[in-house]
């Protein structure tokens, strides 16, 4: 079942609570992409995104930079000509446009919803109290934050 998140700081923390799943959905076409972001094991502060179709596609990374004022990222996605499916070319470059709208300019691109699917954002597990499915992370995963 799909849970919407509408605050901007729910999704911000749901994106790199490393281990999360979600759909956006374009609100004029009714076309839904589902991605996966899940934390290196191996790089610090680096999360890997991945779209979900048949299988797992693997179409960039987001890296965090930590400074003493805030966080601020990059996303690097593969340029257009590596990916030759054209839902991996969309969906990467739909994924560049969420991830700067919601980290530089504080808001969702015009026309997209944000849906997490019942899941953790941190450790995966189905969430069943209301307060965690608004928010999309679990209750014990919250206050270890």
């Not at 094991?41 to 965090?64: M, P, Q, W």
């Not at 560049?96 to 026309?111: A, I, R, V």
Request: hydrophobic share 30%; glycine share 6%.
């Amino acid at each position: 079942m799909l849970h919407q998140l509408t605050d901007l700081n729910n999704i911000k923390t749901f994106i790199l609570g490393g281990n999360c799943e979600f759909v956006l959905k374009n609100i004029n076409s009714g076309n839904t992409l589902d991605f996966q972001i899940i934390k290196s094991k191996v790089a610090v502060d680096r999360y890997n995104i991945t779209l979900k179709s048949t299988h797992f596609e693997y179409i960039g990374c987001i890296k965090t930079y930590n400074n003493l004022a805030k966080t601020s990222l990059s996303v690097y996605c593969y340029p257009n000509e590596k990916l030759t499916d054209e839902k991996l070319q969309t969906a990467s470059k739909v994924m560049y446009k969420l991830t700067s709208f919601l980290f530089n300019q504080n808001k969702l691109p015009e026309g997209v919803e944000f849906y997490h699917i019942g899941k953790c954002c941190k450790c995966g597990r189905k969430l069943t109290d209301l307060n965690s499915i608004n928010s999309g992370i679990g209750k014990k995963c919250a206050e270890n934050e």
